[in-house]
């Protein structure tokens, strides 16, 4: 735990990639095999599940201090995260530990899981008793469920590729299926995944997926991407990215996040594809008609263990295939862009069901032409367009050494809203507030305006601009609410997002998708911000 700790702590003080880079290379070479797997899991992305409740984790950090309520909750406001503030007001420990992560996570936490109150007392005040405070602030995240690092796992990755001397495409396949949750990280795994290149490396055999292939935003005009008719055009679909799977007289199901979700899409697991094949699409819900319905269907089932008949006829998923991984057993990435088309166009053609849809292929005379069919995206229900290049191989990651497949997205939506609330940050930026709630005018049916909050945002601006808001709202401060500051209306900025959808859950009746900041307009008073309105017709639109 005390390595997994520094690591952590390394990870978290610096922007810098190469300085993360050494330190996850330096913690891999010394870490019990054991204790690595465990910190591949969590640092690629896995999530520690919640074994004691956030109040019960207040309450005992409060009695094992020796502070009143009210002052924990006066620290916990000043420092803005849980997991700190513990770790900040708990005595020095009497002892120290020399346990492992391993240890920690399968023999201490996991049994905290459902133990009865006075069980989880007694633990925590001895767990608390032989760690130092960073080491505190870690075990905190990992029981509260709240773990979450500034790393990719991409330079997770690099590092381990680079410790093993083995390609960092082979350590990406590997790690395929390594978050997923159902089977726990062991010391021969870790082996495995740093092991030596061996014979037939390639040939996956059952569930394992294939690393993901993804594309880049295109920034420049396609005109400069060359000849039209050397790139395959398709619709860019919101919904959730997929690799179907038949292997073995069975099929699984992959999410990006790398999370099997067969269960979860009994009509896609069911579909009859030929033994050997691995297909890659988009998962979407589909009423009949040409359009995809919009991705909030598709939520009301991604959260779902539990699929009644009314809500798998109500909603009804189909898989959007749009490119053919192995074919017959054999893995066939490496074949260009227009072989695997034609090779996938046949196995759709095969299986001949309603719930595996082929991509459409958009056709057009000239880069001009097929602006103006992009021009449709929102009456299609889709996000913009992906060109991908005849002669591309199937990569790995965001890469471009096999190929290219760029993401020609529409242009966002966007209003102007006022910034109502606002919550500290993670890590270097726990002292600052990053996190913030958007509100727009809601003109009423009786003369009275109100603000209503929309949405929520912490991406888009920079560390100056983010240090100039943060003064602005520290004196604008109006109540707190434990981390949270509502502030005096003062500051509006441009909110983008990619979708609008009804939502009963929301105080505006709207939901947006992906909402970030696109810039401050300082050049706008408060009355000038969007209004309820607004976001309704953008709405109607999208409908």
Same mark, same amino acid.
Request: glycine content about 8%.
């Given at each position: 735990m005390r390595e997994f700790a520094r690591l952590y702590a390394e990870l978290d003080e610096t922007t810098s990639t190469s300085r993360k880079l050494a330190a996850l290379q330096a913690y891999f070479r010394r870490a019990a095999p054991h204790d690595a797997a465990w910190a591949v899991y969590f640092l690629a992305g896995g999530k520690p599940r919640q074994a004691v409740p956030t109040k019960l984790l207040r309450e005992l950090a409060t009695e094992r201090a020796g502070l009143d309520a009210w002052l924990f909750d006066e620290a916990y406001h000043a420092v803005g995260d849980l997991a700190e503030t513990i770790a900040l007001i708990l005595?020095?420990?009497?002892?120290?530990?020399?346990?492992?992560?391993?240890?920690?996570?399968?023999?201490?936490?996991?049994?905290?899981?459902?133990?009865?109150?006075?069980?989880?007392?007694?633990?925590?005040?001895?767990?608390?008793?032989?760690?130092?405070?960073?080491? %505190?602030?870690?075990?905190?995240?990992?029981?509260?469920?709240?773990?979450?690092?500034?790393?990719?796992?991409?330079?997770?990755?690099?590092?381990?590729?680079?410790?093993?001397?083995?390609?960092s495409k082979l350590v990406a396949q590997r790690l395929m299926g390594w978050t997923d949750g159902k089977v726990s990280p062991t010391g021969a795994g870790f082996l495995k995944l740093i092991g030596a290149e061996s014979d037939g490396e390639h040939a996956l055999r059952g569930g394992q997926p294939y690393p993901f292939f993804l594309a880049h935003p295109l920034s420049a005009g396609p005109e400069t991407l060359g000849d039209i008719g050397a790139w395959l055009v398709e619709w860019k679909y919101?919904?959730?990215?997929?690799?179907?799977?038949?292997?073995?007289?069975?099929?699984?199901?992959?999410? %990006?996040?790398?999370?099997?979700?067969?269960?979860?899409?009994?009509?896609?697991?069911?579909?009859?594809?030929?033994?050997?094949?691995?297909?890659?699409?988009?998962?979407?819900?589909?009423?009949?008609?040409?359009?995809?319905?919009?991705?909030?269907?598709?939520?009301?089932?991604?959260?779902?263990?539990?699929?009644?008949?009314?809500?798998?006829?109500?909603?009804?998923?189909?898989?959007?295939?749009?490119?053919?991984?192995?074919?017959?057993?054999?893995?066939?990435?490496?074949?260009?862009?227009?072989?695997?088309?034609?090779?996938?166009?046949?196995v759709v053609a095969q299986v001949a069901a309603p719930a595996l849809r082929l991509s459409p292929r958009i056709d057009a005379p000239s880069w001009d032409a097929l602006a103006a069919i992009r021009a449709e995206s929102r009456a299609r229900g889709v996000e913009?367009?992906?060109?991908?290049?005849?002669?591309?191989?199937?990569?790995?990651?965001?890469?471009?050494?096999?190929?290219?497949?760029?993401?020609?997205?529409?242009?966002?939506?966007?209003?102007?809203?006022?910034?109502?609330?606002?919550?500290?940050?993670?890590?270097?930026?726990?002292?600052?507030?990053?996190?913030?709630?958007?509100?727009?005018?809601?003109?009423?049916?009786?003369?009275?305006?109100?603000?209503?909050?929309?949405?929520?945002?912490?991406?888009?601006?920079?560390?100056?601009?983010?240090?100039?808001?943060?003064?602005?709202?520290?004196?604008?401060?109006?109540?707190?609410?434990?981390?949270?500051?509502?502030?005096?209306?003062?500051?509006?900025?441009?909110?983008?997002?990619?979708?609008?959808?009804?939502?009963?859950?929301?105080?505006?009746?709207?939901?947006?998708?992906?909402?970030?900041?696109?810039?401050?307009?300082e050049d706008k008073a408060i009355g000038d911000a969007d209004t309820l309105a607004t976001l309704q017709a953008m709405l109607a639109g999208a409908a």
């Amino acid at each position: 735990m005390r390595e997994f700790a520094r690591l952590y702590a390394e990870l978290d003080e610096t922007t810098s990639t190469s300085r993360k880079l050494a330190a996850l290379q330096a913690y891999f070479r010394r870490a019990a095999p054991h204790d690595a797997a465990w910190a591949v899991y969590f640092l690629a992305g896995g999530k520690p599940r919640q074994a004691v409740p956030t109040k019960l984790l207040r309450e005992l950090a409060t009695e094992r201090a020796g502070l009143d309520a009210w002052l924990f909750d006066e620290a916990y406001h000043a420092v803005g995260d849980l997991a700190e503030t513990i770790a900040l007001i708990l005595p020095a420990p009497a002892r120290r530990s020399d346990i492992g992560l391993a240890e920690w996570i399968e023999q201490r936490i996991a049994p905290l899981r459902g133990a009865a109150p006075e069980t989880i007392r007694a633990s925590l005040l001895a767990y608390w008793d032989e760690l130092e405070t960073r080491e %505190r602030f870690l075990l905190v995240k990992l029981i509260g469920g709240g773990f979450r690092v500034g790393v990719s796992k991409l330079l997770v990755t690099r590092a381990l590729a680079c410790i093993a001397a083995i390609d960092s495409k082979l350590v990406a396949q590997r790690l395929m299926g390594w978050t997923d949750g159902k089977v726990s990280p062991t010391g021969a795994g870790f082996l495995k995944l740093i092991g030596a290149e061996s014979d037939g490396e390639h040939a996956l055999r059952g569930g394992q997926p294939y690393p993901f292939f993804l594309a880049h935003p295109l920034s420049a005009g396609p005109e400069t991407l060359g000849d039209i008719g050397a790139w395959l055009v398709e619709w860019k679909y919101d919904g959730m990215r997929a690799q179907l799977l038949r292997r073995d007289g069975a099929s699984w199901l992959w999410s %990006r996040g790398e999370e099997l979700i067969t269960e979860r899409f009994p009509e896609l697991a069911q579909l009859p594809l030929p033994e050997g094949i691995v297909l890659d699409g988009e998962i979407l819900i589909w009423q009949p008609g040409d359009v995809p319905c919009a991705f909030a269907d598709l939520q009301k089932r991604m959260g779902r263990k539990t699929l009644s008949s009314k809500l798998l006829a109500e909603l009804p998923a189909v898989l959007v295939a749009y490119d053919i991984l192995e074919m017959d057993g054999v893995d066939i990435r490496h074949l260009p862009q227009a072989e695997r088309r034609a090779l996938l166009e046949s196995v759709v053609a095969q299986v001949a069901a309603p719930a595996l849809r082929l991509s459409p292929r958009i056709d057009a005379p000239s880069w001009d032409a097929l602006a103006a069919i992009r021009a449709e995206s929102r009456a299609r229900g889709v996000e913009g367009m992906m060109l991908k290049a005849m002669s591309a191989a199937y990569g790995v990651g965001r890469t471009k050494d096999v190929g290219t497949w760029w993401k020609w997205k529409i242009d966002p939506y966007s209003v102007d809203a006022v910034l109502i609330y606002a919550q500290a940050g993670h890590g270097r930026r726990a002292s600052l507030y990053t996190d913030y709630t958007f509100a727009v005018w809601d003109d009423g049916g009786e003369g009275e305006r109100k603000l209503v909050p929309f949405a929520k945002a912490y991406s888009g601006l920079t560390d100056v601009e983010i240090g100039q808001v943060d003064a602005a709202i520290r004196k604008t401060t109006i109540e707190k609410f434990g981390p949270v500051r509502s502030v005096r209306p003062s500051m509006v900025f441009e909110i983008g997002f990619e979708g609008i959808a009804a939502s009963s859950r929301h105080k505006a009746g709207i939901a947006v998708r992906f909402p970030r900041i696109l810039r401050r307009r300082e050049d706008k008073a408060i009355g000038d911000a969007d209004t309820l309105a607004t976001l309704q017709a953008m709405l109607a639109g999208a409908a």
